[in-house]
T-cell receptor, first 115, second 110 residues
Framework: SAVISQKPSRDICQRGTSLTIQCQVD?????MFWYRQQPGQSLTLIAT?????????ESGFVIDKFPISRPNLTFSTLTVSNMSPEDSSIYLC????????????FGPGTRLLVL | GEDVEQSLFLSVREGDSSVINCTYT??????LYWYKQEPGAGLQLLTY?????DMKQDQRLTVLLNKKDKHLSLRIADTQTGDSAIYFC??????????FGAGTTVTVRA
């Protein structure tokens, strides 16, 4: 299994500012993903974080708003740019080995409140 | 609409069995998962089942898969107060992404 940590665990931010969330995995994983969970909702995939190249974004999410880095197989960052109250959510990263027996493990999430 | 559907709420008496149901639409899904989210916490992987299996048992948890009907269920035996949480069903798509249901809030009453 993989143990995933995120920093910060929570934050309160002012509108118009940006926040970078870090995700660290304790072992090398092939796949890393970023999800958003809006209040009372399910998880929505934001993007796949690709090592050494640009992330692959899902429909409705763009790089200018959610820039992602993945410099190696154990670390990724998600930035929420130019925040508005609508960005208040839990942001979760996940990792998996990308093999046939891959299971995807999740970090504890970053709880973001934008005022 | 969502590709994975779940009922939103389940109330169960402590000691009884809980059954959470889920339907999915992608017949090519290879793995189906159950995650648990306790209040204020992240997602905990409970169990998963490969698409060529009908059933998987792990202690108090039993997963049943009806691939023909694209129906997945999670049974929790002897439900305890610590089982109160939101349970998410998810299917793995071809490119390793997960598609989640809306989550079933399970409330265990004494």
């Amino acid at each position: 299994s993989a143990v995933i940590s995120q920093k910060p665990s929570r934050d309160i931010c002012q509108r118009g500012t940006s926040l970078t969330i870090q995700c660290q995995v304790d072992s090398q994983v092939t796949m890393m993903f970023w999800y958003r969970q809006q209040p009372g909702q399910s998880l929505t995939l934001i993007a796949t974080a690709n090592q050494g190249s640009e992330a692959t974004y899902e429909s409705g999410f763009v790089i200018d708003k959610f820039p992602i880095s993945r410099p190696n197989l154990t670390f990724s960052t998600l930035t929420v740019s130019n925040m508005s109250p609508e960005d208040s959510s839990i942001y979760l990263c996940s990792g998996g080995l990308g093999t046939q027996k891959e299971t995807q493990y999740f970090g504890p999430g970053t709880r973001l409140l934008v005022l | 609409g969502e590709d994975v559907e779940q009922s939103l709420f389940l109330s169960v008496r402590e000691g009884d069995s809980s059954v959470i149901n889920c339907t999915y639409t992608d017949s090519s899904s290879t793995y189906l998962y159950w995650y648990k989210q306790e209040p204020g916490a992240g997602l905990q992987l409970l169990t998963y089942i490969f698409s060529n299996m009908d059933m998987k048992q792990d202690q108090r948890l039993t997963v049943l898969l009806n691939k023909k009907d694209k129906h997945l269920s999670l049974r929790i035996a002897d439900t305890q107060t610590g089982d109160s949480a939101i349970y998410f069903c998810a299917e793995r798509l071809n490119d390793y992404k997960l598609s989640f249901g809306a989550g079933t809030t399970v409330t265990v009453r004494a």
